[in-house]
């Protein structure tokens, strides 16, 4: 057998407290655009080729000042935002470099969701690789969404369904049906190539005996 499926977990309903993302100027506030992924993860904390150890450091420097204390007017420093597995963005989340780590820091933190009106293109593809959820809605509803979630409401995003429930309104959201089923499967490519692996392992035992000068 060449293997087992690798062990994301299958995606369905997320529910909690969302985390606006929010820039203030003077009494108005608004949400952050442009969150690049040196800012999700800076590039010091990219020694690594593991997964896991990375959420710690999930916007470092907008989370810790320079002696290493929290900030405590960053909205995941706060005790209500400490667990969200929602992030609410503005436009052009993930752009930058296509460094991989950006997803992983964000997924072990605990983030299963971003909503923003818009991605980069290589980090949006990459969400679904590793388990998160990034949702395009306008930026009048995530503007509704955040002033909901600042007055302590939880939101549930369901899958299955593609709708967010936000107090007593239901938005809808599309999605490309395969992104779709890597996330309720619990699937990235190389666990949708392993799904046929005993197709793969007969093939291989079927091309040893029948072409023995094509080595495996």
């Known amino acids: ?14 529910k909690g407290i969302a985390a606006p993302m929010l820039v203030s100027s003077g009494n108005q506030f608004s949400m952050m655009i442009n969150i ?9 904390f990219l020694k690594t080729i593991k997964r896991t150890g990375l959420g710690k ?28 597995k929602i992030i609410l963005a503005g436009n052009n989340f993930g752009c930058g470099s296509s460094r991989e780590h950006a997803p992983w820091a964000l ?8 909503i923003a009106p818009s991605f980069a293109d290589i980090f949006y593809n990459n969400c679904f690789k590793n388990g998160i959820l990034p949702i395009q809605i ?10 909901s979630a600042l007055r302590g409401n939880e939101l549930q995003v369901v ?12 938005i809808n959201f599309d999605i490309d049906p395969s992104n779709k ?13 392993l799904k046929d692996s005993d197709l793969i392992d007969s093939y291989e035992q079927d091309a040893e005996e029948n072409l023995p000068w094509y080595s495996f």
């Open 1 to 14: 057998m060449l293997g087992i499926l690798t062990d994301m977990e299958k995606f369905d309903t997320v």
């Open 36 to 44: 690049d992924t040196d800012m999700i993860i800076p590039k010091q």
């Open 57 to 84: 450091s999930l916007f470092h420097e907008m989370r810790y000042d320079y002696e290493g204390n929290e900030i405590e007017s960053f909205i995941l420093n706060k005790d209500e935002y400490r667990n969200s």
């Open 107 to 114: 997924l072990d933190f605990g983030i299963k969701v971003i």
């Open 138 to 147: 306008s930026e009048k509803v995530i503007k509704e969404i955040s002033e």
């Open 159 to 170: 899958l299955s369904n593609q709708i967010i429930l936000c107090e007593d309104k239901e």
């Open 181 to 193: 089923n890597f996330l309720m499967q619990g699937l990235d490519d190389i666990g949708l190539t």
